[in-house]
Structures are given as structure tokens and as C-alpha cells.
């Protein structure tokens, strides 16, 4: 039964390798076509796309804009050394 397994995820691994390349290259063709139309029509050129006409310059944050960093405390370390120490003693005990 596991050879039978091994031939049908080959199988399936290299008909989807097949599919995609098939459809990579339909798709770069269609791309190509769309992309051609877009630029006999004027598509590509930024003055078309309604952001660009009344775009406004990124305003920099200021100083009270900016959020303090979290403040982590040594309380937060204990309790990871406990649960690294119960994953280590686990160990232990499953070697014993």
C-alpha cells in the first residue's frame, strides 16, 4: 500500500508541476496582451488613477504621536525559566 501512495503523490506532484507551468505561460501571454491595451489606452500613465490627483505628502509623526514602547519585566523571564524548566525535566524523565 505505500508504494501505491508513493506512485499517486508523484503522480499529482508532477501533474501540478505540468498545470503550472501550462498556466504561467497563459497567463504571462493574457498579461502581456492586457498590459499592451493598457498602454495604448493610457492606463499606465499616473494622471489616470484618482489617488495621484489630490495626493497629499506623508505628515511625519511627532513627539506625541509616537507610542511609549511596552515596558517587560523581569516577571515575564521567571515564568518562561519555569515552563523551560518543565520541558527539561519532561525530558529527563522520558530518558529515564
Not at 508523484?10 to 502581456?32: A, C, H, P, Q, W
Request: hydrophobic share 40%; aromatic share 14%; glycine share 8%.
Amino acid at each position: 500500500m505505500f508504494r501505491l501512495t508513493q506512485i499517486l503523490r508523484n503522480s499529482f506532484i508532477r501533474v501540478e508541476g505540468l498545470f503550472g507551468l501550462v498556466f504561467k505561460t497563459l497567463f504571462s501571454l493574457l498579461g502581456g496582451v492586457f498590459g499592451f491595451f493598457a498602454k495604448v489606452f493610457g492606463f499606465t500613465q499616473s494622471s489616470y488613477f484618482v489617488e495621484s490627483d489630490g495626493a497629499q505628502l506623508p505628515v511625519e509623526p511627532t513627539q506625541d504621536q509616537i507610542p511609549e514602547p511596552p515596558v517587560v519585566t523581569t516577571r515575564l523571564r521567571r515564568e518562561t525559566k519555569k515552563i523551560d524548566n518543565y520541558y527539561l525535566n519532561m525530558a529527563r524523565d522520558v530518558k529515564k
